[in-house]
DNA sequence: TTCGGCAGTTACCTACAGGTGCGTACTTCA
DNA sequence: TGAAGTACGCACCTGTAGGTAACTGCCGAA
């Protein structure tokens, strides 16, 4: 079998490792996608909602905020009436991006075949 | 701002978009661990329990049966008694790697980073 | 003068991820 | 004779992620 190089330079089961609490800041369901569209160019709390079809109020406020907290996006609050808020990414978000992008290839190119295996399975397991 | 290749491939705001449902394969907390142990050589029930410390018997069994379920590892049932199982990485899950290592390299050089920006931003908060 | 948009906050509720503990059927070793 | 390892399945419980609804204060437009 084909072992990886990566398998090499992390050891997740150390609870210590950060790869266990990276994963848990980006692999809930919306940072990774609130990432995606800011870098996109959408600035502001309602054009972000709007966007991000599906998301409630609340998830987009705690979500944004964690990111902030992380690093990984700016808040401009502008302290005008009505007031005006814009997240941008900070130069560390920006720098993730090109981590995604294999991954998100990976999806593209092979979600196909993880269709076909997991229809296969059902038909093996409907047998 | 400087804005990743990246934001043109996929559209996550489609909920049919298939980042979303991979995302919620891999984004939980064992399957990516398990995942990387396997690849590291490790295939059976017992040793896998050992190596990722903290991990269930449920959480082991049900992860094994999603990734299986999704084609990416396999599982070698040798029908002897007592029981010996196996698992193994299919060339589908093998393929993932790769596309995780940039992840897992963006962590661990920018963890520190991450971590710095998280005290000084709890220290602006406690201002 | 009332309504909608701006950017939230707070309280409350539900669903599910994940943990604990027990049972199974068999074998080998002490 | 019984303890431990092998690979589970099932029932039950809890914590929390995430959703809903109602509220704030201010402005401009109809």
Same mark, same amino acid.
């Given at each position: 079998m084909i072992v990886p190089d990566w398998v090499d330079k992390v050891d997740p089961c150390d609870a210590n490792c950060p790869s266990r609490e990276m994963?848990?800041?980006?692999?809930?369901?919306?940072?990774?996608?609130?990432?995606?569209?800011?870098?996109?160019?959408?600035?502001?709390?309602?054009?972000?909602?709007?966007?991000?079809?599906?998301?409630?109020?609340?998830?987009?406020?705690?979500?944004?905020?964690?990111l902030e907290a992380n690093g990984l996006v700016e808040r401009r609050d502008f302290m005008t009436v009505p007031p005006h808020v814009e997240y941008h990414l900070t130069p560390l978000g920006a720098s993730l991006? @090109?981590?995604?992008? @294999?991954?998100?290839?990976?999806?593209?190119?092979?979600?196909?075949?993880?269709l076909a295996a997991r229809a296969e399975f059902a038909g093996r397991e409907a047998a």
């Open positions: 994963l848990d800041l980006i692999g809930d369901r919306w940072s990774l996608l609130l990432l995606l569209v800011i870098a996109q160019g959408v600035h502001r709390n309602g054009a972000l909602k709007r966007r991000v079809g599906g998301i409630s109020q609340k998830m987009l406020t705690q979500t944004l905020r964690a991006g @090109p981590a995604l992008t @294999p991954l998100f290839e990976w999806i593209e190119m092979r979600f196909g075949d993880v």
